[in-house]
């Protein structure tokens, strides 16, 4: 079956009623923009994960992709986009880590120009055709290893989003990062993953803890 028959014949298993209640368990979890549990109602997610795990879309966790990875758990991406929104305008988002591509179509519909980054290419393949299949426009994919960054070192980003933990925030993600701009990025300190924020002001780089969470590592190379 292809995407385009997938979306009308998953109406069953993901009815209105079932990403509403995501969305309203979401609301009570904190998230509160408005902007964003729109979106969040609106992209179907059970077209970013595999057919047999569809029915098990629109219910917040994470779910398998594959190649060890995740998607990652509905109320996280909501948060991730609700910090990255902010509360200053910002144009351009760059995202490390696609996987499967469904909080890149989240980034899609909330900033005019969304650049991600995937390490492992079959993943980086599917997101792809999904988002094509999807007829999400304004997004820009590229098989790269994020520790350098988008290829185009000249680039600067109002904010980078990064959906894989990491011990050593990479130099070159905050050489691209906007004056004014912040990268959201899971710390992890030993076992322990911390979401923390860092923005730019100047030549001052400005950390803040926000909570807990877990994500997969962040790693080297290409795959
Ligand atoms: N945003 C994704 C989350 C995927 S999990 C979603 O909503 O599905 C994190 C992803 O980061 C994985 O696909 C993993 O392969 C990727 N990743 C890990 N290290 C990376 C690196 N150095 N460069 C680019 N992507 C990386």
């Known amino acids: 079956m292809n995407l385009d028959e997938r979306k009308h014949k998953g109406i069953g298993m993901t009815s209105q009623r079932t990403r509403d209640r995501l969305i309203e368990r979401l609301r009570q979890q904190g998230i509160q923009n408005s902007q ?3 979106v969040l109602r609106r992209v179907p997610r059970h077209l970013f994960v595999d057919e047999a795990l569809a029915h ?3 219910e917040d966790n994470a779910l398998p992709i594959g190649y ?3 998607i990652s758990q509905p109320f996280i991406v909501a948060l991730m986009s609700q910090l990255s929104l902010g509360d200053g305008a910002a144009n351009s988002v760059l995202e490390i880590g696609t996987g499967c591509g469904y909080q890149t179509a989240v980034l899609a519909s909330l900033f005019p120009q969304v650049y991600s980054v995937e390490r492992i290419e079959a993943l980086y393949q599917q997101a792809r ?4 299949e999807l007829e999400i426009y304004n997004v820009q994919l590229r098989h790269t290893d ?3 960054g988008w290829p185009n070192p000249s680039y600067r980003f109002d904010r980078i989003l990064m959906t894989a933990a990491c011990s050593e925030v990479p130099e070159a993600l905050l050489a691209q990062l906007a004056p004014g701009g912040s990268m959201i990025f899971p710390f992890a300190d030993g076992v322990e993953q911390t979401l923390t924020r860092i923005t730019r002001d100047g030549d001052e780089l400005l950390a ?6 877990v994500f997969v590592p962040l790693l080297p190379g290409l795959a």
């Open 56 to 58: 098990r879309a629109y």
């Open 68 to 70: 060890g990875q995740t």
């Open 129 to 132: 055709q999904r988002l094509a």
């Open 36 to 38: 964003v549990l729109d």
């Open 208 to 213: 803040e803890s926000l909570e807990k969470v």
């Open 146 to 148: 994020g520790n350098e």
